[in-house]
T-cell receptor
Framework: AQKVTQAQTEISVVEKEDVTLDCVYE???????LFWYKQPPSGELVFLIR??????QNEISGRYSWNFQKSTSSFNFTITASQVVDSAVYFC??????????FGKGTHLIIQP | DAGVIQSPRHEVTEMGQEVTLRCKPI?????LFWYRQTMMRGLELLIY????????DSGMPEDRFSAKMPNASFSTLKIQPSEPRDSAVYFC???????????FGPGTRLTVT
């Protein structure tokens, strides 16, 4: 069975600090995909990134960066110079292809001004 | 392009009543997923369809829940009879095919009193 663990239930930082959200996954599939979604207070789920199991290159998109390490089954998400608008619940998810996603419990990120 | 459309956005009903949630996926997407989000259980996959055919309904909690997809542009999730423990946010999502990210609708917040 697949499992995603986001050990940090809630993180609170002051604006402009860097923050890293941890994600650890378990799967027996050799091919799988990892995702991050953002759920702002308005409630919608916004897709941020998809990473396949064969591509361990880190990715950077503006202030966001992702670190995928297959050896430790981790897919961590870092926000650099955080802003109040980054406040949201962030979900890490695992998919094995043509399946639904297995979500972690989410990390509630609070950015204080 | 329009995203995934769900209706109603909010539904309040009394225990024992039938509830029907509706979803229109993104045009051209061939997978459709139904998820439920609660504080206790997080985001759970209920059922998903491929080309209008149900593929995996193992997440449907019990026989009171049923889902249909009569055509590529419409799906329903029905609860009959509804119970207070069904109160949750129900999300519909769609994607283009295997290994692609899922795009979520705004969700339907269901309250059963």
């Amino acid at each position: 069975a697949q499992k995603v663990t986001q050990a940090q239930t809630e993180i609170s930082v002051v604006e402009k600090e860097d923050v890293t959200l941890d994600c650890v996954y378990e799967t027996r599939d050799t091919t799988y995909y990892l995702f991050w979604y953002k759920q702002p207070p308005s409630g919608e789920l916004v897709f941020l990134i998809r990473r396949n199991s064969f591509d361990e290159q880190n990715e950077i998109s503006g202030r966001y960066s992702w670190n995928f390490q297959k050896s430790t089954s981790s897919f961590n998400f870092t926000i650099t110079a955080s802003q109040v608008v980054d406040s949201a619940v962030y979900f890490c998810a695992l998919g094995g292809g043509a399946d639904g996603l297995t979500f972690g419990k989410g990390t509630h990120l609070i950015i204080q001004p | 392009d329009a995203g995934v459309i769900q209706s109603p956005r909010h539904e309040v009903t009394e225990m024992g009543q039938e509830v029907t949630l509706r979803c229109k996926p993104i045009s051209g997407h061939d997978y459709l997923f139904w998820y439920r989000q609660t504080m206790m259980r997080g985001l759970e996959l209920l059922i998903y369809f491929n080309n209008n055919v149900p593929i995996d309904d193992s997440g449907m909690p019990e026989d009171r829940f049923s889902a249909k997809m009569p055509n590529a542009s419409f799906s329903t999730l029905k609860i009959q009879p509804s119970e207070p423990r069904d109160s949750a946010v129900y999300f519909c999502a769609s994607n283009l095919g295997t290994y692609y990210e899922q795009y979520f609708g705004p969700g339907t917040r269901l309250t059963v009193t």
